[in-house]
């Protein structure tokens, strides 16, 4: 698990495991990998944004070594499902062939252009860049909103003891918003 606080809001971002081991996954370390990307669904703990999923790429993605454009339609699809089981869509992933990732202009562009377009109650999305180094410092993370983006960078939580310093409960509704 990587928490990420979110500037001075007090909430934090979880990447959780099953989230992490995804991620690793699809990381491009051959030369003949194509980019590859999905959705990230998240339930709201308090101050706490616990992503519980990142979906895998689909069929009809489009992908290259240097480009990933998903299914659009697929991924509503998916948004629609996870929101009736408790998970809300709160952003996307995709790889980048680089040890240490950093959004290309198109990248940037897309999320602003699904910022406008999507019906959502978030100040912003989450975007997170997977690159060929192991995580924390092969992912990029960054907040989006309307205005501007922020990376996120992470946080120990772990305490002087060894203990994790961040719980996280099973579904306990959504009382926070990005």
């Known amino acids: 698990m990587i928490a990420y606080p979110i500037g001075t809001s007090g909430q934090t971002l979880i990447l959780t ?65 996870r929101h009736a089981c408790g998970l809300h869509f709160i952003g996307d992933w995709h790889t980048h062939p680089e040890a240490a990732p950093h959004p290309s202009a198109m990248d940037t562009e897309r999320m602003h252009d699904l910022l406008t377009r999507s019906k959502h109650q978030l100040n912003g999305f989450v975007m997170v860049i997977v690159g060929t180094g192991d995580a924390p410092e092969g992912l990029y993370v960054a907040l989006f909103s309307r205005a501007s983006s922020i990376r996120l960078n992470p946080a120990p939580i772990r305490d002087a003891q060894g203990k994790s310093s961040i719980q996280v409960r099973p579904n306990m509704g959504d009382s926070a918003i990005i």
């Open 17 to 81: 495991q099953p989230v992490l081991g995804r991620f690793s996954k699809y990381r491009q370390r051959r030369w003949w990998q194509r980019e590859a990307g999905g959705q990230l669904f998240a339930r709201f703990e308090g101050d706490h944004i616990v992503v519980a999923e990142a979906t895998p790429p689909g069929h009809h993605d489009i992908r290259s070594r240097f480009g990933f454009r998903p299914d659009r339609r697929r991924e509503q699809t998916e948004i629609l499902e």
